[in-house]
């Protein structure tokens, strides 16, 4: 099994940024592929970003390029979500994700692994 516990978000004004981390546990971190969807109130859990396994590959979803970039630290177990130019659009729970792939499916019901989500609220 794999836990995945995320941190970072909060409330942010229309604009800033936030850094979101998942902190990994229960298998070896650099055999899973990583990444991060999102849930707004009333819509289905979207893909966000995923990076591979050795971090070399990242893919970020196209409404999301430009503000959003995915990176992790294989040494600390992390994945982390840097989000930039931040729109009352981005407000959501943000779920980390794992999966024992090659890289993490973008269709949220074939992932393998996931956190409790942490919260992201943007003002305007």
């Known amino acids: 099994q794999v836990q995945l516990v995320e941190s970072g978000g909060g409330l942010v004004q229309a604009g800033g940024s936030l850094r979101l981390s998942c902190a990994a546990s229960?298998?070896?971190?650099?055999?899973?592929?990583m990444g991060w969807f999102r849930q707004a109130p009333g819509k289905e859990r979207e893909f966000a970003a995923r990076?591979?396994?050795?971090?070399?590959?990242?893919y970020i979803a196209d409404s999301l390029k430009g503000r959003f970039t995915i990176s992790r630290d294989n040494a600390k177990n992390t994945v982390y979500l840097q989000m930039n130019n931040l729109k009352p659009e981005d407000t959501a729970v943000y779920y980390c994700?794992?999966?024992?792939?090659?890289?993490?499916?973008?269709?949220?019901?074939?992932?393998?692994?996931w956190g409790q989500g942490t919260q992201v609220t943007v003002s305007s």
């Open positions: 229960g298998r070896a971190f650099g055999r899973l592929a």
């Open positions: 990076i591979s396994q050795s971090g070399t590959s990242t």
């Open positions: 994700a794992a999966d024992g792939r090659l890289l993490l499916p973008t269709t949220s019901s074939s992932v393998d692994y």
